[in-house]
């Protein structure tokens, strides 16, 4: 007489997530791939979620998160799937969230930033990026991927002049130097870095426009 038994594992959750800014994974923010948007330009965050596990999923049991205030991503569609409203393993969901980005140089409160990256395989010099963190969970797994934005490095900047001191930039003003002739005048250039790019010194130029004066 024989008699036989059997047993097997138990089917276990799994799920993975990859996130793109702007279509590009950007999950270092010193690679290549990061997006330099505009402040004030649009945003949109997508989150590709497999069932890389072996149990069917409710979709109501599907949680797709942002670390960022304000992020909030939702369900968009099936870019491999049945149709249903089961997230069956090997099937891909997509979810998006969008926003407008923000100005680095001066983010907004409650804003994470990354400083010193946004280097671009570094081809340029590091500047402050967006990073945030997506993350899916199901009952019993869940998974996180970064993505970045920077701001596009641009260059500015200011100038305050001053004559003996003072800036009298009003001809009319009350500050304006009164000099006699043949003393000495000192006209001082104050030159102001307001960009998110470093400039060489032998790159900047300040000039004056009365023949003689070379600042």
Not at 28 to 57: F, H, L, M, S
Not at 81 to 94: K, L, T
Not at 97 to 125: E, F, S
Request: aromatic share 6%.
């Amino acid at each position: 007489s024989t008699a036989k038994s059997s047993y097997c594992n138990p089917a276990l959750p799994a799920i993975s997530i990859v996130k793109y800014t702007n279509g590009q994974v950007a999950n270092d923010p010193d690679g290549a791939d990061v997006p330099e948007i505009k402040p004030g330009d649009p945003v949109t965050w997508t989150y590709v979620v497999t069932n890389t596990g072996q149990v069917r999923i409710a979709n109501t049991a599907i949680s797709v998160t942002d670390d960022q205030t304000g992020v909030t991503p939702v369900f968009d569609h099936e870019i491999k799937g049945n149709g249903d409203s089961v997230f069956d393993p090997g099937e891909v969901w997509s979810y998006k969230a969008t926003g407008v980005a923000v100005d680095l140089t001066i983010p907004p409160g409650g804003v994470k930033v990354t400083q010193g990256v946004c280097t671009h395989d570094q081809t340029q010099p590091p500047r402050t990026a967006y990073v945030n963190q997506g993350t899916a969970s199901i009952p019993g797994a869940s998974s996180t991927a970064k993505s970045s934005y920077c701001n596009p490095a641009l260059p500015a900047i200011s100038i305050v002049k001053y004559t003996n001191g003072q800036v009298a930039n009003d001809p009319d003003g009350a500050d304006v130097a009164q000099v006699k002739a043949c003393d000495t005048v000192t006209w001082t250039h104050e030159v102001n870095n307001t960009g998110n790019w470093p400039v060489p010194a032998a790159n900047l130029s300040v000039t004056d426009d009365q023949t003689g004066d070379m600042p």
